[in-house]
């Protein structure tokens, strides 16, 4: 999966009432179906006291991961309208979670489509969508005279690094996944072999 995707570059939020009952939906970026599954845990446990919390997510693993959740509503007037707003704006590596505090008034399946696929929109909105490609990490070990050469080529590159100073200097390294490979041999041949390299 070289290709670039559409994404959210961070969280987003949206609160509304529909007759009665308040809805509120989060929207966040998740890279792994575990990130996505614990976004949905932690929203669950914040808002524990909310009548319903719907699930929705797109993650690009492999294969490739869609799920939602009517948790508790009728029958596909929750969890399918939150996917479909995911899937018709074509984003990925994304979660939403809809919370609805019940407000004595039944909206109906129509009425709840409309208010969860609402609360995922304005959501959406809220983080903004952004053009990704997909990236690995990996981790460059290296001793101190080695360091200077490894940190000017990463630096040239225009990737994003951390640098740990210790006993021996290691940089954590984020670099799109077309990029990779010739970095690191570009790594390699800077410190004649010297590098140790690990991909995370």
């Known amino acids: 999966m070289t290709d670039s995707y559409r994404t959210v570059p961070g969280r987003g939020e949206a609160r509304f009432e529909v007759r009665g009952s308040e809805f509120i939906g989060r929207v966040a970026p998740a890279?792994?179906?575990e990130?996505?599954?614990?976004?949905?845990?932690?929203?669950?446990?914040?808002?524990?006291?909310?009548?319903?919390?719907?699930?929705?997510?797109?993650?690009?693993?492999?294969?490739?991961?869609?799920?939602?959740?009517?948790?508790?509503?009728?029958?596909?007037?929750?969890?399918?309208?939150?996917?479909?707003?995911?899937?018709?704006?074509?984003?990925?590596?994304?979660?939403?979670?809809?919370?609805?505090?019940?407000?004595?008034?039944?909206?109906?399946?129509?009425?709840?489509?409309?208010?969860?696929?609402?609360?995922?929109?304005?959501g959406v909105d809220d983080a903004g969508v952004v053009e990704e490609v997909p990236h690995e990490q990996f981790t460059v070990t290296v001793a101190y005279n080695d360091s200077g050469s490894v940190r000017s080529l990463l630096e040239s590159a225009s990737v994003e690094f951390d640098a740990d100073y210790e006993a021996e200097v290691v940089f954590d390294v984020r670099v799109p996944t077309v990029e990779g490979s010739e970095l690191r041999d570009r790594i390699r041949s800077a410190t004649?072999?010297?590098?140790a390299i690990e991909l995370e």
């Open 31 to 33: 890279t792994t179906v």
């Open 35 to 122: 990130a996505a599954e614990a976004f949905v845990d932690a929203v669950g446990e914040e808002y524990a006291d909310a009548t319903h919390n719907v699930p929705a997510y797109r993650v690009r693993a492999d294969p490739f991961r869609e799920y939602a959740s009517d948790d508790g509503e009728p029958s596909g007037s929750a969890g399918d309208p939150a996917l479909n707003v995911l899937q018709q704006r074509e984003i990925e590596n994304v979660v939403a979670v809809v919370t609805r505090y019940y407000g004595g008034t039944n909206l109906g399946v129509g009425g709840l489509a409309s208010a969860y696929s609402k609360a995922v929109k304005e």
């Open 192 to 195: 004649s072999g010297r590098a």
